[in-house]
Each structure stands twice: as C-alpha cells, then as structure tokens.
C-alpha cells in the first residue's frame, strides 16, 4: 500500500498563498487517483481537488476553481496543492487521499488557518 504525508499547511492572512505536499511512499504502481479532501472545524470532509496518477484528468471543487491548482511531480511522487487567493473559508485541515485497488487512503492531514 502506498503512504501518505502531507505538509505545508501554516496560519496565512486572507489574500495569500500556500502550496500544500503531499509525499507518496510505498506501493504507487497501482494508484488510480490522487485527491485533495478538507474538513472544517464543525463541518464534514469534503473533497477539494482531484487528479489521476497520470496527471490526465483533473477536478475541482466549485468553490475553489480557478484558484486551487493540482499537480504532481512524477518523478518525487509528489502530489501538490497550489492554492491562491485564500479566504477564512479555507481554513480547514487538508488530507491527500489515494485511491488504490479499491482503497481510499489517507494522510494525517495537514493545517490551515486563513485569518482576515
């Protein structure tokens, strides 16, 4: 099975910018996609952004379309989160998830805090 370790996240004012990692070790060759999921203090998980493991197809949340951006560098099997434009509505731990032969898996997660 492949892990999952997830970094970046940090307390940014409104208006800014982060880029969350996250580290696949293990298992990668049967990875179907790679995903961005959330969840607010209070609230349900939700998934955020989405990317085959071959980069071919990607999904976004509405709310963050246009200013969230998903990438991997292949060669690191690294799986990035670029997001822009942040508002205290993102503030929320992260978690990378994989699905592998049927599997969903998770990271530990990691924090942002978006102050106004």
């Known amino acids: 099975q492949v892990q999952l370790k997830e970094s970046g996240g940090r307390a940014v004012q409104a208006g800014g910018s982060l880029r969350l990692s996250c580290d696949a070790s293990?298992?990668?060759?049967?990875?179907?996609?790679m995903d961005w999921f959330r969840q607010a203090p209070g609230k349900e998980r939700e998934s955020v952004a989405s990317m085959t493991w071959t980069g071919a197809m990607t999904y976004y949340r509405e709310s963050v379309r246009g200013r969230f951006t998903v990438s991997k560098d292949s060669g690191r099997n690294r799986l990035y989160l670029q997001m822009n434009t942040l508002t205290p509505e993102d503030t929320a731990t992260f978690y990378c998830?994989?699905?592998?032969?049927?599997?969903?898996?998770w990271g530990q997660g990691t924090q942002v805090a978006v102050s106004s």
């Open positions: 998830v994989a699905k592998q032969a049927g599997e969903y898996l």
């Open positions: 293990g298992r990668t060759d049967n990875i179907y996609t």
